[in-house]
């Protein structure tokens, strides 16, 4: 009985759940009771929004989880700019350096043209000014004068060495005929006075032999005359020695001259002052009629080539090595964007130099 009972019980329960409208007052106010209280079950489990508390704590976590993977993500890419920026070095104590020409004149004098104004660009080769030319075109023509007098006088010793080789040969042989000529009439004389002094006294007379003593002595004098000039006239190789010395001076007085008439004439060039490279005009300071010192600075030629000079910290040369790659910002030009490398490094400190 009570299985039928209890299968009854259930069929009903069945039935009224299936049926709600169909059941009797006291069923319905038992069945709200009951619904009341699961009711009131129920939202102990639910939040102020009417979700379930499970649903809260999932929700409390999805920050937690954001916030990880963000930290993650920085995480991660820390480690890549690491990795990218491991080998490179930075410094802001750098500056744009350059070849910077001092232009200074060579000769003295008044500008007398001025073709150049201040941070104006110049080519190789142009007029920058031009210095009062009258003084040293006036040394030029003295200098050529000076150097066709030498010229005259080297030919003169010229012509004296050539007469030389032909004139004091002749004289030597001529002292020679001449001392030949003094011996014979020597000989002649030394005769007549032995047969003077030979012969009786009655056979001559006095005036005889001494006729014949004077011209004894004559001719011996003659004969040493003509000795003395055959010594004199046998110096002559050194006698043509010193022709050709003239000649050689002479010839050093022509180059001489034709150096200072180069120097003449390159003084004269320097009155025109030329730019020796391209390159930008800057600190000038002559001006028209201005009187220059050979010297004095005059103004400045910066060429193109430009590269920069960095100052890096011992520390930070360990990696750097020449033809390394180079990122440059310009401060006045933060949009410019410059890339170059590394030319070479300094082999000396600061401090040194």
């Not at 508390?53 to 954001?66: D, N, T």
């Not at 009155?271 to 930008?280: I, L, N």
């Amino acid at each position: 009985m009570s299985d039928q009972s209890a299968s009854a019980h259930d069929e009903q329960d069945r039935k009224g759940l299936e049926n709600p409208p169909e059941r009797a007052s006291g069923d319905e106010s038992q069945q709200d009771s009951k619904d009341n209280d699961s009711t009131g079950g129920n939202d102990k489990g639910k939040n102020d929004n009417g979700e379930p508390s499970g649903s809260r704590k999932r929700s409390s976590k999805k920050p937690l989880i954001i916030l990880g993977a963000v930290a993650v993500l920085l995480a991660v890419a820390g480690l890549i700019w690491w990795f990218a920026t491991r080998n490179q070095v930075s410094t802001d104590d750098a500056y744009t350096d350059g070849n910077a020409i001092t232009m200074a004149p060579k000769v003295s004098g008044y500008v007398v043209r001025l073709a150049v104004n201040d941070n104006v660009y110049v080519h190789k080769g142009d007029l920058l000014l031009v210095i009062d030319k009258r003084d040293y075109q006036a040394h030029v023509h003295a200098a050529r004068a000076q150097l066709g007098l030498a010229q005259a006088q080297l030919k003169a010793a010229q012509v004296q060495l050539d007469i030389t080789r032909v004139q004091y040969p002749a004289q030597y042989q001529q002292a020679k005929a001449q001392i030949s000529s003094a011996q014979a009439n020597f000989q002649q004389a030394q005769a007549e006075y032995d047969r003077q002094h030979a012969v009786d006294q009655r056979a001559t007379s006095q005036q005889n032999v001494d006729t014949a003593d004077a011209q004894r002595q004559t001719a011996s004098a003659s004969v040493e005359q003509a000795r003395a000039q055959l010594q004199t006239a046998s110096l002559v190789p050194q006698q043509i020695r010193q022709a050709a010395a003239a000649v050689e001076e002479r010839r050093q007085q022509v180059q001489q001259a034709q150096a200072q008439l180069e120097q003449a004439e390159l003084n004269l060039s320097y009155c025109e002052v030329r730019s020796p490279s391209d390159g930008w005009i800057t600190r000038r300071n002559v001006q028209y009629g201005t009187f220059l010192l050979a010297g004095v600075s005059l103004f400045s030629i910066v060429t193109p080539q430009v590269w920069i000079t960095a100052n890096f910290k011992e520390s930070q040369l360990e990696r750097m090595r020449p033809g390394d790659k180079v990122n440059v910002e310009v401060d006045a030009y933060p949009k410019l964007d410059l890339h170059g490398h590394v030319d070479s490094i300094q082999l000396g400190s600061g401090s040194r130099f």
